[in-house]
């Protein structure tokens, strides 16, 4: 038997719950998501297969999204676009792509905000491979 008596352990147990309670109410929304599915307003697919996925984008002026997630793809922009990028830190930077410009964008969790006129990107998101269809022709 503990030389601790066991009326000790209640307020360690409180703590932990206090701990996990906090971590539930504000660590979870800041999980980034699928951006189809946490703003369905500005995102769209178009097409997706076992290799991809495309999504057709549209920001009107001044609009904002919430944080989500995109792994790597490339983005063809449909229109100039000016958009203020936030990241989960708290830091921003602003991104501008000219209409027809075509880039690779790396996997990126962010809260896009639309800093400029009508905006119209379509994105086409890599999906990872299975490893049995690695190094198959």
Not at 48 to 62: A, F, K, M
Request: a negative charge.
């Amino acid at each position: 038997m503990s030389d601790v008596p066991l009326l000790q352990e209640v307020p360690v147990r409180r703590v932990n719950l206090a701990a996990l309670g906090f971590l539930l109410l504000f660590a979870a929304p800041a999980v980034a998501q699928d951006a189809t599915e946490v703003d369905s307003d500005h995102y769209k697919v178009e097409f997706e297969n076992d290799q991809v996925r495309v999504l057709r984008i549209t920001y009107g002026p001044g609009e904002k999204s919430v944080m989500h997630w995109h792994p790597a793809g490339i983005a063809v922009n449909l229109t100039d676009n000016t958009f203020q990028m936030h990241a989960p830190d708290g830091t921003s930077e602003e991104y501008s792509a000219k209409e027809g410009e075509v880039g690779w964008t790396e996997a990126v969790t962010h809260l896009p905000e639309n800093v400029g006129d009508a905006a119209e990107v379509i994105l086409i998101e890599f999906k990872k491979k299975k490893e049995s269809e690695e190094g198959c022709m």
